[in-house]
């Protein structure tokens, strides 16, 4: 193949990749095919959707280029048209599709065509669109529209204040539209009564309803989106530590009404802005709404909710209750104080929960953590500190005195705080006495119910986690 040849080539294919390229940028009709016949009179019309396009203008003519049905109307983004009042019968339709393209003319794209149907019945029968039928507070200079009846080319309305006495308009041809408006004012607080009969060449629809509504003053109504959101907590705390508070809705209101429900249920605004202070517990109501104005007046769109503001405080913790489970430790929270409160032990590691108790925990050293709910405080306690044999007493005198009759852990040290599990007594010679639970008062100084003599002991304490601490102590008389 020799140079010319490859440069015809190159050519004609460049020149069919621009006229399909050029063709693509309009689109092709897709309901009716360009060239349909018989096409139903309020077929809708549809093409294929452009890529980039920003906007469609559509006119129907009877004409070529023409606008004589409708005229460059707009369809937004939406690659589809429904004739509000359907289209002539029998008739060729020439459809032009303009393009708004981003930062370009107006693309006018080539006609297409096609025929409508010839009708040979009457259309059927329609209905009330605004107001709806039985609709109530009507407005009297209201515009009474309908739906659009396939086939038809006219329509006639009758209009009258009771039941088939039309006494306003009588069988008035509105002509090719969906709307009709009185000329007069209706009466107010009246039952108006109508019926709208569609008609063309072949005759008119037969045994429609007649359709009513009643005239009224307007209510202003709220729409769901008229509205505020609401998202006060049902519990607020006065901390007991604190004078007071401040509390701010983060929700978007018109306005703001916080409110005091005294005992006796009697009602106090506190506050009209976003934010109340506070220093008092007891009932409250925070109203949110958003002002809506229409024909004339205005109504607020009202939400509430009623919350509590009571007192709280940081918790105490008064022991840790420690015990084996089959997997670990079992740790019991004691906590008292002024408020819901919640738990944890390691909290940057497992959080909080509502439950005090905690199971299948590993033995080593530990802080347990008591939080307020409400935010007036959190305590924390160390559950094992490191074993010392300070921490048990060096003598002791069981002679019933009621002074120092029992050696134990020292009673001023929790035993949760040191966490033992074992407490063991030995003589001189090694011999173990009694194994104490480090729960109890302690070891009177007897064995198999006989008194022991007095001289030195040792003691060995074990942790639950292993660690261990040995001493020894003496038992006087």
């Known amino acids: 193949m020799n140079q010319r040849t490859i440069l015809l080539v190159l050519l004609i294919w460049l020149g069919i990749f621009s006229a399909d390229s050029h063709a693509q940028e309009c689109p092709t009709m897709t309901a009716p095919l360009n060239g349909d016949i ?12 452009v890529n980039g396009v920003i906007g469609y203008l559509i006119s129907l003519g009877t004409t070529p280029g023409g606008g004589e049905i409708i005229n460059r109307r707009s369809s937004g983004l939406n690659n589809f048209y429904q004739p509000e009042v359907g289209l002539p019968e029998n008739t060729k339709i020439y459809v032009t599709i303009r393009l708004f393209l981003p930062d370009a003319p107006i693309k006018v794209c080539p006609l297409k065509i096609f025929t409508t149907v010839e009708v040979k019945d009457p259309p059927d029968c329609t209905s009330l669109v605004t107001p709806l039928n039985e609709e109530i507070e009507v407005r009297v200079d209201t515009n009474i529209k309908w739906n659009y009846a396939p086939g038809a080319t006219n329509y006639r309305i009758s209009i009258g204040y009771s039941p088939g006495n039309y006494n306003i308009i009588d069988d008035y041809e509105t002509g090719n539209k969906l709307s009709f408006k009185p000329d007069q004012n209706l009466e107010l607080n009246q039952f108006v009564y109508l019926r709208i009969i569609p008609f063309n060449e072949n005759g008119e629809a037969t045994n429609c309803s007649e359709e009513y509504f009643t005239t009224g003053e307007p209510t202003v109504r709220c729409n769901t989106n008229d509205f505020p959101t609401i998202s006060i907590l049902d519990k607020i705390s006065l901390c007991t530590n604190s004078g007071g508070g401040i509390l701010t809705t983060k929700d978007q209101a018109r306005g703001y009404r916080w409110i005091k429900i005294n005992t006796n249920g009697s009602e106090e605004v506190l506050s009209i802005t976003r934010s109340l202070e506070y220093d008092e517990v007891g009932s409250y109501r925070l109203e949110l709404y958003n002002a809506v104005s229409e024909f004339g007046a205005n109504i607020e769109c009202l939400v509430t909710k009623n919350f509590e503001i009571v007192y709280s405080e940081a918790p105490q913790i008064e022991n840790v209750l420690i015990s084996r489970d089959l997997n670990g430790l079992r740790l019991e929270i004691v906590a008292t104080g002024i408020g819901e409160y919640e738990y944890s032990y390691e909290s940057d590691i497992f959080g909080f929960q509502d439950s005090a108790i905690f199971t299948n925990v590993k033995p080593g050293e530990r802080t347990v953590f008591v939080r307020d709910k409400l935010g007036c405080g959190l305590t924390q306690r160390l559950v094992e500190k490191k074993l010392s044999s300070k921490d048990f007493p060096s003598f002791f005198t069981p002679n019933g005195d009621g002074i120092n009759d029992f050696w134990q852990l020292n009673n001023k040290i929790s035993s949760s705080e040191l966490n033992i599990e074992y407490l063991y007594i030995f003589d001189k010679y090694g011999n173990l006495l009694v194994q104490l639970d480090p729960k109890s008062e ?35 008389r």
């Not at 006989?450 to 601490?469: C, G, H, M, N």
């Open 442 to 476: 302690g070891w009177n100084g007897s064995f198999n119910g006989k008194q022991l003599p007095a001289t030195d002991y040792w003691f060995r304490a074990i942790s639950f986690s292993q660690k261990e601490v040995k001493g020894h102590f003496s038992l006087k």
């Open 38 to 49: 018989n096409v139903p009179v309020d077929n809708l019309i549809s093409w294929t959707a």
